[in-house]
């Protein structure tokens, strides 16, 4: 009898299995709206040119690859946190934000329910409903038991924002609230800035405990611009937790770059937390990888290779509002008869497309097309040649 004869079988993760069943589809249509990855107008995954110019400058002066700091390479955490708050900001000026280099967005979030479980062992977390998938399995991971506060509205095409005020009204305090700072995974829709007031707002009085997640700074309305929202709870007086990634917005999925800040009461507060968090890293592995971190500081601390980069993201982003239009468009072209305008007045990198789960394992195995079962699609997928193939898909099976 072997020590794993009783493991069971683990449920596969829902996209990178739809990425295994892709790969094996045969269809020389097939069409991947899953996984949450940009793709250039030839369908292929961009290098950015930012990332070629600083590896080159690298590879130019090779260098040994001896341990980084447990936290990371100063250069980068003090790129991360000028990126998040402001070079010029209080909190980073006064020295009371703790940031540590992570293995990825994925990382940070793990960072900081780790740390959390530590200084909050009780507290409950929300996470929006729907959330990212791992949202839940993370900090459920980590010990916590997960709820949900109200978000999307299926029937209005939006955010349920009375339904999510009045989740976070009825919190606990101290509850640990993630919320996504900008381009919603996986509905697409963002809060207004005047609604985010009224959670800030809600947060503070009920003392909830914010961990904002910003996996996609740069794809919604710009980078200033999608980060403002950091501004407006440190306006609040509150302290909170950032993890951010570069997967998205670098192009540097397979690099895992992404960092994890908390903004403390002063720089003492910080200095603690930052041992803290060296603690969750040197315990579960060690220190950083060399290589993902050294570009994004190379690029970011460039005056010319971060403008490159905004010019970069800026396309990015430019290119996915086009598609947006498109497939509205496309899908009144192909007829489509409902309204389907509310793909515009979504934002990021998905759609929530109101198919059902029926439709959208037809969309799979007729067409080709696939997207997650609850209707998601990744709309940076879509290009000008796979755009009329999937507005005709859609129009087949609604
Ligand atoms: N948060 C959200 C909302 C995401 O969509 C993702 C990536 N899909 C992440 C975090 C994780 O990012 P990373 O790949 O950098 O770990």
Not at 309 to 318: A, I, N
């Amino acid at each position: 009898m072997s020590l794993f004869s009783a493991v069971e079988m683990a449920p596969r993760d829902p996209i990178l299995g739809l990425n295994e069943q892709f790969a094996a589809d045969t269809n020389p249509n097939k069409v991947n709206l899953g996984v949450g990855v940009y793709f250039d107008d030839n369908g292929k995954l961009p290098l950015l040119q930012c990332v070629q110019a600083a590896e080159k400058t690298m590879m130019d002066k090779p260098t040994a690859r001896g341990y980084l700091p447990i936290d990371g390479i100063a250069a980068y955490d003090a790129a991360v946190k000028g990126l998040v708050f402001g070079a010029d900001s209080e909190p980073v000026k006064s020295g009371r934000v703790a940031t540590v280099q992570a293995i990825g967005g994925t990382g940070g979030l793990k960072i900081g329910a780790d740390f959390l479980k530590k200084v909050s062992p009780t507290a409950q977390v929300l996470i929006s409903d729907p959330s990212w998938e791992n949202h839940r399995a993370l900090f459920t991971n980590a010990g916590f038991e997960v709820g949900t506060y109200a978000y999307y509205d299926a029937e209005n095409r939006g955010v349920n924002f009375d339904g999510m005020l009045a989740s976070l009204n009825a919190a606990a305090p101290g509850t640990i609230v993630v919320l996504h700072a900008c381009c919603h995974n996986p509905t697409g829709y963002d809060i207004t800035a005047a609604q985010w007031e009224q959670v800030i707002a809600a947060v503070k009085a009920k003392g909830l405990t914010p961990f904002l997640d910003m996996a996609y700074q740069g794809f919604g309305h710009g980078i200033a611009e999608d980060g403002a929202v950091i501004g407006k709870f440190v306006a609040a007086g509150l302290n909170f937790f950032v993890s951010t990634s570069f997967s998205k917005s670098f192009s540097l999925y397979g690099e895992r770059v992404g960092g994890l800040s908390v903004l403390c009461a002063d720089k003492a507060e910080a200095d603690r937390v930052l041992s803290q968090l060296k603690i969750v890293i040197r315990t579960n592995y060690s220190n950083p990888p060399t290589h993902g971190g050294a570009v994004v500081a190379a690029v970011l601390n460039n005056p010319e290779l971060r403008a490159l980069w905004e010019k970069e993201l800026g396309e990015m982003r430019v290119r996915i509002k086009a598609m947006r239009q498109k497939l509205v468009d496309g899908l009144k072209a192909a007829g489509v008869k409902q309204d389907m305008s509310f793909i515009t007045s979504q934002i990021g990198m998905f759609s929530y497309s109101g198919l059902s789960k029926d439709q959208m394992v037809r969309l799979r195995s007729e067409f080709g097309v696939y997207g997650t079962d609850t209707g998601r699609m990744c709309v940076a997928a879509l290009n000008s040649k796979n755009i009329d193939y999937v507005c005709k898909a859609i129009a087949q099976v609604v």
